[in-house]
């Protein structure tokens, strides 16, 4: 995603191109805007990700970044324009409802138990009873696909910050997340390097 300009703290993007392939796209946002007050965080922006692939959303501190992947998540409402997952549009979007149809989120401050391990975490609100030698076995499942390798016993607050943030996306690929959002992930990792957690994050 490419920002051609900022006017008011707002992120202005191009129209969603349409894929000459005929595939729906994995997530379509057309004409996004959203005002908080008088403050006008998105403009028309427009985003299309296609499956198998990895975009970045690039902008100042302000220019409406978090707002839009927080819309695409159903954390915030639109006040204009649409969103469609797998080619289907989706009106009233909640997190419950996201989650539900493969979008996932890992928020820049994250919501982990510090007191809790790794695999406590990741079951972490999921359904049934808690097992734990189930719970650890799920996180070594998880980790084979994705290369996100983690010590699966370890409580989070003893884990660095990219370690924390690996875990979050290990929450959000074991709730079927197919199309994984990241906000600010670069933050975790030391400049002019990758962030390590891109390893398993394109979309399927």
Do not use: W, Y
């Not at 220019?63 to 998540?73: D, I, N, P, W």
């Amino acid at each position: 995603m490419v920002l051609r300009g900022r006017t008011h703290g707002a992120v202005i993007v191009g129209p969603a191109r349409h894929d000459p392939s005929g595939e729906s796209p994995a997530l379509a946002m057309r004409d996004i805007t959203r005002r908080f007050g008088n403050v006008r965080a998105l403009h028309g922006s427009s985003l299309l990700v296609k499956r198998g692939t990895i975009h970045a959303v690039l902008g100042e501190n302000g220019a409406g970044k978090t707002t839009l992947v927080r819309c695409a998540f159903g954390l915030v409402r639109p006040n204009a324009g649409t969103i469609a997952i797998d080619g289907a549009v989706v009106g009233n979007l909640t997190a419950a409802r996201a989650i539900a149809l493969g979008v996932g989120m890992v928020h820049q401050h994250f919501t982990l138990v510090p007191a809790m391990t790794v695999a406590e975490n990741v079951a972490l609100g999921g359904s049934g009873r808690f097992h734990r030698h189930a719970a650890r076995d799920h996180v070594s499942a998880l980790m084979a696909p994705t290369g996100l390798t983690i010590n699966r016993d370890a409580r989070v607050d003893t884990l660095p910050v990219g370690a924390q943030q690996r875990v979050e996306i290990l929450k959000a690929v074991s709730r079927g997340a197919r199309l994984p959002m990241l906000d600010e992930p670069s933050r975790c990792s030391p400049q002019r390097r990758p962030p390590s957690c891109m390893h398993g994050c394109a979309t399927t």
